[in-house]
């Protein structure tokens, strides 16, 4: 995909006044169930995104990210508290990327909004695949759905 702007090099201000932030191995950038107030694009470096398990036992790593990729734009779309926690793998320079600014782009900008579009697309095809890939469920009744157009 084609960047949505010019990588910065270090933390602070970038020209287009987005903050840039160091994260360091092992910082957690945000949690699952904390509230979004921001995306975040990463300028170096590596980021995992886990979930935790409803038990609260071993977190899942679903995800590893890399430079010039978007996350944390879900919950500025739906308005919902994050859905799973992102943890530097290594020193990271991430672009911040607040709701105010993320709305004006996804609304006044089609390279970003085609980007993001992409960007969602391409995790949903990848979720797909994985739920696709697991072994089917055994079905609880054999009932009939009207509704079901798949019934044979």
Known sequence: ??????????????????ERRLFQKGEPVFRQGDL?????IINSGRIGIFRESPSGGKSVLLKILEEEEIFGEMGLIDSKPRSASAIALEESILTVIKSDRFEYLADH????????????THRLRETLKRVNA???LPR??????PFNPFNS
């Open 1 to 18: 995909m084609k960047p949505l702007y010019k990588k910065p090099k270090k933390p602070g201000k970038g020209e287009s006044g987005h």
């Open 36 to 40: 979004s107030t921001c995306a975040y």
């Open 109 to 120: 900008h089609d390279a970003f909004f085609g980007t993001l579009l992409k960007s969602l």
């Open 134 to 136: 697991q072994k089917a």
């Open 140 to 145: 609880k009744s054999k009932k009939r759905s």
